[in-house]
């Protein structure tokens, strides 16, 4: 028996448990008046979280990589073509309990900024200067969620005391923008990441000082 079971799990590639999403986003970068800024958009109010600001991405399709479904949806929602993307790399990703998101980081490049025009997911775009986001630091408020069951869940299968005091505890990450817009979620925290990883490299340090 021992032996047939450690045949199934040398055959086996483990991947992350639970029925996650798959989504894929573009950090984009581009220089304006000498400087490089990062680019964000607010979605359309008749999309999906509609109003909040993101950068460009989506879904990943099937037989389709998180980078090839970063750039595509980036090329849509900016109209952009492929020669206008370089590819810089590619930094942490979010796992959470209904999505899984990779973050890769591009220049927009052969396209001056007031020239893209987004497509109908997009309400608009705005820049915010890279040293800008180097030099303000997101607020951090912590909120907790507690698990509520309906009538149907076996309560008394899980606890004896019929309770299910089940508390989780979640940091959210705001930036309050000189342009008066707002970062959050998602978007706030891979561009936390982004600014974190440049500054732990002393040379990236030394050329914003």
Request: hydrophobic share 40%; net charge negative; glycine share 4%.
């Amino acid at each position: 028996m021992i032996d047939k079971i450690q045949s199934i799990l040398a055959d086996y590639q483990p991947d992350i448990l639970g029925k996650q999403r798959k989504f894929a986003v573009l950090l984009p970068l581009i220089k304006v008046h000498d400087a490089y800024h990062v680019l964000y958009q607010v979605r359309a109010k008749h999309i999906s979280q509609g109003g909040q600001t993101s950068f460009p991405g989506g879904s990943v399709e099937v037989d389709e990589s998180f980078q090839e479904a970063a750039l595509r949806e980036t090329r849509e929602e900016l109209q952009l073509e492929a020669a206008n993307i370089r590819l810089l790399g590619e930094i942490d990703y979010i796992v959470s309990e209904w999505a899984i998101v990779h973050c890769f980081v591009g220049e927009i490049i052969g396209i001056a900024y007031e020239d893209i025009v987004a497509n109908e997911e997009v309400a608009y775009l705005f820049l915010v200067p890279l040293d800008t986001l180097v030099n303000l630091k997101p607020i951090h408020y912590d909120i907790e969620f507690e698990t509520v069951q309906d009538d149907e869940f076996p309560l008394h299968l899980v606890s004896r005391d019929q309770s299910l005091p089940i508390h989780r505890r979640h940091t959210v990450s705001i930036y309050n923008l000189p342009n008066e817009e707002l970062l959050w979620g998602f978007t706030a925290n891979l561009t936390e990441r982004f600014i974190q990883i440049l500054q732990q490299d002393a040379s990236f340090r030394k050329d914003t000082k």
